[in-house]
């Protein structure tokens, strides 16, 4: 089956600073991956969608210039978080969609954010 | 406004019994899923359905997809623990739409 990994799992970060995560299609290859936000008790929100070598495209109400996305490679997008705020403490999802055939998401596990 | 409302949110049960869980929209949708989420995992895919009026089981889960393609129900025969979890929907609205929408979650949960 199809995998995908994020990295890192959890982050802990003071306020103001900024994080990175990863998201890899590990045997597969994906022109478009999918960013996911979840709040406790909550559903899956997207964020935006992430094409290869091009811009993302953001849901509305997301801010392209705090959440930074770039899809340089047919296995990796990543996910910056920049001058993370309390209010980013989240878990957040990615997705890579594999063609051919209905189109699937394979989800990533996860990576919780908190920022202190 | 949430466009997949599922029904009920929160529901606990005996190992044993049987559960229906809905998912319901004014939108069409081409295809709709369901996935169930373990605490601190990601989603994890348990079926497509695709054709309005399908239905598909995977052992104790039984998924149907309405015929107007607007809402779909999970239905789980003899509950057990391990079926504890977040179970949501998503669908790809409309056609040729690679987004998913996701319905606002089930969280049940088998008592013993």
């Known amino acids: 089956g199809a995998v995908v990994s994020q990295h890192p799992s959890r982050v802990i970060c003071k306020s103001g600073t900024s994080v990175k995560i990863e998201c890899r299609s590990l045997?597969?290859?994906?022109?478009?991956m999918f960013w996911y936000r979840q709040f406790p008790k909550q559903s899956l929100m997207l964020m935006a969608t992430s094409n290869e070598g091009s811009k993302a495209t953001y849901e509305q109400g997301v801010e392209k210039d705090k959440f930074l996305i770039n899809h340089a490679s047919l296995t990796l997008s990543t996910l910056t978080v920049t001058s993370a705020h309390p209010e980013d403490s989240s878990f957040y999802i990615c997705?890579?969609?594999?063609?051919?055939?209905?189109?699937?998401?394979?989800f990533g596990p996860g990576t919780r954010l908190t920022v202190l | 406004t949430q466009l997949l409302e599922q029904s009920p949110q929160f529901l606990s049960i005996q190992e044993g019994e049987n559960l229906t869980v809905y998912c319901n929209s004014s939108?069409?949708?081409?295809?709709l899923q369901w996935y169930r989420q373990e605490p601190g995992e990601g989603p994890v895919l348990l079926v497509t359905v695709v054709t309005g009026g399908e239905v598909k089981k995977l052992k104790r889960l039984t998924f149907q997809f309405g015929d107007a393609r607007k809402d779909s129900s999970l239905h789980i025969t003899a509950a057990q623990p391990g079926d504890t979890g977040l179970y949501l929907c998503?669908?790809?609205?409309?056609?040729?739409?690679?987004?998913?929408?996701f319905g606002t979650g089930t969280r049940l949960t088998i008592i013993p």
């Open positions: 998503a669908g790809h609205r409309g056609f040729g739409n690679e987004k998913l929408t």
């Open positions: 939108s069409v949708f081409s295809s």
């Open positions: 997705s890579a969609l594999r063609g051919g055939g209905p189109d699937t998401q394979y």
């Open positions: 045997d597969f290859q994906a022109t478009t």
